[in-house]
């Protein structure tokens, strides 16, 4: 069964359709314990990072993602969801990430933000294809271990938009918002 964590915000039903339209079985959790009894695992996200980090707390569903991540359940991290596997975030000075990798998250220092639309992606992974997805984010992530990083693009330079390690995949993207390519980047997802 595959998990959609509901923090209190986030496009949880973008992503459960997305999903049903790939007649994949989904349902959305809540609990630690219906966290624990998923196979693979979605964090979505929207909305700011002490937000999101303050809600998931407040459920205690902390641990039970850092326990179903440790365990080496597949887990897609979403826009905000990836964001949030880092240590901190200039959004919301003194919240705590998960943690799972180091590295914090910055805001763009030029253009105009949020960045609204379709931005091409250049990768090298097997899990992503270079094609054109759909963004909505003013922060993106910096990562202390450069090999994680599975995914590039640009916006008034270059910026990570996708992040791969064992069992993580995460985009700053919303693929559930990307037509076909973002359906293919399910796929292949469901798929690992």
């Not at 080496?72 to 964001?83: A, D, E, T, V």
């Not at 705590?96 to 220092?109: C, T, Y």
Request: charged share 20%; hydrophobic share 40%; with cysteine.
């Amino acid at each position: 069964m595959i998990g959609i964590v509901d923090y209190g915000a986030g496009n949880l039903k973008s992503v459960q359709n997305a999903l049903e339209y790939l007649e994949v079985e989904s349902r959305i959790v809540s609990t630690p314990n219906e966290i624990a009894a998923c196979d693979r695992l979605i964090l979505p996200g929207d909305g700011s990072f002490g937000f999101m980090m303050e809600n998931l707390e407040k459920k205690n569903l902390i641990g039970a993602l850092k326990t179903s991540i440790s365990k080496g359940k597949p887990f897609l991290g979403i826009c905000l969801g990836m964001q949030a596997l880092f240590e901190s975030s200039d959004e919301s000075p003194g919240a705590k990430g998960l943690g799972i990798f180091k590295g914090r998250v910055m805001k763009f220092r030029t253009g105009k933000i949020p960045q609204i639309g379709w931005n091409l992606i250049a990768s090298e992974n097997p899990r992503l294809e270079d094609d054109s997805f759909y963004f909505v984010n003013s922060y993106v992530v910096v990562p202390d271990d450069l090999t994680i990083i599975a995914a590039l693009s640009d916006y008034y330079g270059p910026f990570v938009s996708a992040i791969r390690s064992k069992n993580i995949l995460a985009v700053q993207f919303h693929p559930e918002k990307s037509g076909t390519a973002g359906l293919a980047l399910l796929r292949r997802w469901l798929s690992c």
